[in-house]
C-alpha cells in the first residue's frame, strides 16, 4: 500500500482522486453525522489557508471524529494515517483506501514503522495536510491520552505548522463496535486551536526525550482547548472534564 500511495504521489494525481471519490463520502458523512446530530465547530479562524499544508493532530475517541473533520473542511485535502489492521490483504486494503478517498496508509501500532514514517515526513515536506492521533489509539473514556514520542520525532524533523484539535462527545454519535453511526440528536465538538509554538524545541538535540516534549507540549495545548471549551460550557458536551495527562 505504501509503494502504492507513493506511486500516485510521483504521477500528481492524489489530489485529483481526492477530490473525484472524497465528494460523495464526505455528502453522506454530512447527511448522516453533521445533519443529524448537533455538532459545534469552533477555532475555523485558526486553521492556515487552504493553500498551505499542516499537521493536525486530534485526540481520538471514535470513529467518527477523523471524516466528519474532513468531510467539513471538504475539499481541502488530508491524509489519514490508520492502523495496519485495515490492510490485512489486498482486497480489504484496496476496499478501504476507497472509503477514505484513497488519502490513507498503513502504519504498524506499537513499534517504530520507518516506512510509513517516511511518507508522512515526505507529504508534510510537500505541505500536504497530515490528520493524526498523537495518542496513538482511542481513549475508552475520553480522557486524554499520553502523546507517543514518534509524533514529537516527526514534528522534529519536518517542523511543520501544527494544529491541535480537541473533540468530544463523538462517542456516542460512533459508539467503539458499531458499524455506523447513530441518528439520535447528540451533542459533539470539533475546537480547534491556534498553531502550537514549537520553536523552543529546534535547538535541542533529535532525542527520546525531546520527543517527548514536542509532543507532550501538542497535548498540553489539546487539554487547554478542552478546558477552555468547558469553561465556556459549563460541562461541554459529553459531561465533566477528564484530567490532563499525568494528573
Not at 45 to 53: A, F, H, I, Q, S
Not at 95 to 105: D, E, I, R
Not at 135 to 142: A, D, I, L, V, Y
Amino acid at each position: 500500500m505504501l509503494s502504492l500511495q507513493r506511486l500516485l504521489l510521483r504521477l500528481r494525481v492524489t489530489d485529483l482522486i481526492y477530490f473525484i471519490t472524497a465528494f460523495p463520502l464526505a455528502v453522506l458523512i454530512v447527511s448522516s453525522i453533521l445533519l443529524f446530530n448537533r455538532v459545534e465547530i469552533r477555532g475555523l479562524e485558526n486553521l492556515p489557508d487552504r493553500k498551505t499544508g499542516f499537521f493536525l493532530l486530534s485526540n481520538h475517541i471514535s470513529t467518527a471524529e477523523a471524516p466528519t473533520i474532513a468531510a467539513y473542511l471538504f475539499p481541502r485535502p488530508f491524509w489519514f494515517p490508520s492502523k495496519a489492521e485495515f490492510y490485512k490483504g489486498w482486497v480489504s486494503g484496496i476496499g478501504y483506501l476507497l472509503v477514505t478517498a484513497l488519502h490513507t496508509f498503513p502504519v504498524r501500532r506499537g513499534e517504530r514503522d520507518r516506512s510509513s514514517i517516511s511518507l508522512m515526513e515526505d507529504l508534510l515536506r510537500q505541505g500536504q495536510s497530515v490528520l493524526l492521533f498523537p495518542e496513538g489509539t482511542r481513549s475508552r473514556t475520553g480522557e486524554l491520552l499520553p502523546g507517543k514520542k514518534g509524533v514529537g520525532m516527526i514534528i522534529h524533523s519536518v517542523r511543520p505548522p501544527v494544529i491541535p484539535v480537541y473533540v468530544e462527545g463523538f462517542q456516542h454519535i460512533w459508539p467503539a463496535g458499531s458499524l455506523l453511526p447513530r441518528f439520535g440528536g447528540r451533542d459533539a465538538l470539533i475546537s480547534f486551536g491556534p498553531l502550537v509554538d514549537l520553536s523552543r524545541w529546534w535547538d535541542e538535540e533529535f532525542n527520546k526525550s525531546t520527543a517527548q516534549g514536542i509532543v507532550d507540549d501538542v497535548m498540553g495545548a489539546i487539554a487547554d482547548l478542552r478546558d477552555a471549551a468547558h469553561a465556556e460550557d459549563d460541562g461541554g458536551a459529553s459531561g465533566s472534564p477528564p484530567p490532563k495527562p499525568g494528573e
